[in-house]
Antibody
């Protein structure tokens, strides 16, 4: 069974940083691209970032480019999202997902940016 | 960027009804389309990928069709557990983009 277990959310002040993690199991992690998607309270889904299976290619939404960094550790089956220079509009539940077709989803982790 | 337009934004239906949701892409995406179901407070659950391939474990009352720019999600006979919000997403090109969602609630 595919499992994506997320951690690392919380409350942070504007301008601060957070690092999200997504621990994968139940599939061969190193073979799959991984994606981050977010959902602001009461809103729809917004793509944030995708990393290819090796970590050599990364893509970002314009809204986070230059502030967020996606990475992965294939030896530990874990995906990361480093979020810097956080803004109020980054407040959302963040989901990791398997593949660019978002085949399977993590449970989500809430990030709140507020003073 | 490819815009994904879903319709209707919301609909009211009864158990047993046939429900159809459409998704239109602003340019051709072949069959690089997936459909999700999301219930309040829960993570999205993938239903269909490749426009028409059912995910493992998804009931056969769900089906998807279409190619190019026009796509359809059909629920052949609505069950109580199907009341939820449905989204489409294209993965043809970056940025990946989602439809605005279609809320299916009880009539």
């Amino acid at each position: 069974e595919v499992q994506l277990l997320q951690s690392g959310g919380g409350l942070v002040q504007p301008g601060g940083s957070l690092r999200l993690s997504c621990a994968a199991s139940g599939f061969t992690f190193r073979l799959y691209a991984m994606t981050w998607v977010r959902q602001a309270p009461g809103k729809g889904l917004e793509w944030v970032s995708t990393i290819n299976n090796t970590g050599g290619t990364t893509r970002y939404a314009d809204s986070v480019k230059g502030r967020f960094t996606v990475s992965r550790d294939n030896s530990k089956n874990t995906l990361f999202l480093q979020m810097d220079s956080l803004r109020a509009e980054d407040t959302a539940r963040y989901y990791c997902a398997r593949g660019s077709d978002t085949h399977d989803w993590g449970q989500g982790t809430l990030v709140t940016v507020s003073s | 960027d490819i815009q994904m337009t879903q319709s209707p934004p919301s609909l009211s239906a009864s158990v047993g009804d046939r429900v159809t949701i459409t998704c239109r892409a602003s340019q051709g995406i072949s069959n690089y389309l997936t459909w999700f179901q999301q219930k309040p407070g829960k993570a999205p659950k993938s239903l269909i990928y490749g426009a028409s391939t059912l995910q493992s474990g998804v009931p056969s009352r769900f089906s998807g069709s279409g190619s190019g720019t026009d796509f359809t999600l059909t629920i052949s006979s609505l069950e109580p557990e199907d009341f939820a919000t449905y989204y489409c997403q294209q993965y043809h090109s970056y940025p990946l983009t989602f439809g605005g969602g279609s809320d299916v609630d009880i009539k």
